[in-house]
């Protein structure tokens, strides 16, 4: 990272953050069309809509850190950048997407008695996110490979 590529980055970030914000959007239409009843439901729909809102937080807080970012390339400090990007992408990966591809299913499957539905989505979330950890460098991929070393795409390096 440095004053040549500042702009690659600011530029990627502002990427990151608008894909991540829009993840919360959708999470948060999920949360929002179940918390009415919250107090009538089990704990078998309390708990996957628990990880559906804590996902929820986790896009949040990971868009505001990476959007913090930008300020901190402009100010060309770019090893607190460093960190920022790394917390930010963290939270995104393991409290945001992990949480929301988990939390889906079973709150489907909880909801509907359509057979049909429920196997879909399942097998949806299954083999997308197979497919995520297999096709593409994850951080939980790339920190046990590298041994906690993250090395980020486009050129970013921890």
């Not at 996957?48 to 901190?72: D, K, M, R, V, Y």
């Not at 951080?139 to 050129?155: A, D, M, T, W, Y």
Request: charge should be neutral.
């Amino acid at each position: 990272m440095n004053e040549e590529n500042k702009g690659q980055y600011i530029s990627q970030i502002g990427v990151d953050v608008s894909l991540i914000s829009f993840m919360a959007v959708i999470s948060v239409f999920f949360s929002s069309t179940l918390i009415p009843k919250f107090d009538s439901y089990n704990l078998f729909i309390k708990v996957p809509l628990s990880f559906l809102i804590i996902s929820t937080f986790g896009f949040i807080f990971s868009a505001l850190i990476l959007s913090n970012t930008i300020q901190e390339l402009i100010h060309n400090n770019f090893e607190k950048a460093k960190k920022h990007i790394l917390y930010g992408y963290i939270i995104s990966e393991y409290i945001g997407i992990y949480l929301f591809i988990l939390s889906i299913p079973l709150l489907v499957n909880i909801i509907t008695t359509d057979f049909y539905l429920r196997i879909v989505t399942l097998l949806s979330a299954l083999l997308g996110i197979t497919f995520y950890q297999f096709m593409t460098k994850t951080l939980i991929e790339i920190s046990v490979i590298f041994g906690n070393r993250i090395i980020f795409g486009h050129g970013w390096d921890g």
